[in-house]
T-cell receptor, first 111, second 114 residues
Framework: QKEVEQNSGPLSVPEGAIASLNCTYSDRVSQSFFWYRQYSGKSPELIMS????GDKEDGRFTAQLNKASQYVSLLIRDSQPSDSATYLC???????????FGTGTSLTVIP | EAQVTQNPRYLITVTGKKLTVTCSQNMNHEYMSWYRQDPGLGLRQIYYSMNVEVTDKGDVPEGYKVSRKEKRNFPLILESPSPNQTSLYFCASSLSMSGSGEQFFGPGTRLTVL
């Protein structure tokens, strides 16, 4: 079983719509959760981090964490063509200081 | 400018020829890490370091070595590269010693082993 699983997509949404990206993780001791964005040919860059259950909002982005269900999601409101990228979910297990990444979800925002 | 640098950016080599990919950060970060990224497999952690002289294996350490003699540098060594190590490699650093904070990634090194 993979540590982190994401739907690889591709996910297509029209400009202005809400894009919803989902991620599940297998190990309940996971403590820290991250969403990274990676444009084609570029390195990943952090969008959001979340450490406790509930929602965390930053501009057009909202991360949601449900530790009981071992589920973390990212909502992108008012999606823009510049949001077209691959979104990587990452989990840190503090017990080992290791990071585990999902394979990423490819998002295309259609103008 | 705060950044993580990697060299070389592109490398084509042959099986068995030892190589080193350098990584340097100028942010005084405690935590540094190496990843490889392969299609369909995503980013996988090779090795990480929580401080000088402290390194540990990640998910896929076989065939790689690292060292952390200075805080800013974290080179990745392939003693005897093989074709299955052809990949895109990223170095990353984080202020937090545990790595629980944001990781800043270098630009990547595309390695081809023939």
């Amino acid at each position: 079983q993979k540590e982190v699983e994401q739907n690889s997509g591709p996910l297509s949404v029209p400009e202005g719509a809400i894009a919803s990206l989902n991620c599940t993780y297998s190990d309940r001791v996971s403590q820290s959760f991250f969403w990274y964005r990676q444009y084609s040919g570029k390195s990943p860059e952090l969008i959001m981090s979340i450490y406790s259950n509930g929602d965390k909002e930053d501009g057009r982005f909202t991360a949601q964490l449900n530790k009981a269900s071992q589920y973390v999601s990212l909502l992108i409101r008012d999606s823009q063509p510049s949001d077209s990228a691959t979104y990587l979910c990452a989990v840190n297990k503090n017990t080992g200081n290791q990071f585990y990444f999902g394979t990423g979800t490819s998002l295309t925002v259609i103008p | 400018e705060a950044q993580v640098t990697q060299n070389p950016r592109y490398l084509i080599t042959v099986t068995g020829k030892k190589l080193t990919v350098t990584c340097s950060q100028n942010m005084n970060h405690e935590y540094m890490s190496w990843y490889r990224q392969d299609p369909g497999l995503g980013l996988r952690q090779i090795y990480y370091s929580m401080n000088v002289e402290v390194t540990d294996k990640g998910d896929v350490p076989e065939g790689y070595k690292v060292s952390r003699k200075e805080k800013r540098n974290f080179p990745l060594i392939l003693e005897s590269p093989s074709p299955n190590q052809t990949s895109l490699y990223f170095c990353a650093s984080s202020l937090s010693m545990s790595g629980s904070g944001e990781q800043f990634f270098g630009p990547g090194t595309r390695l081809t082993v023939l």
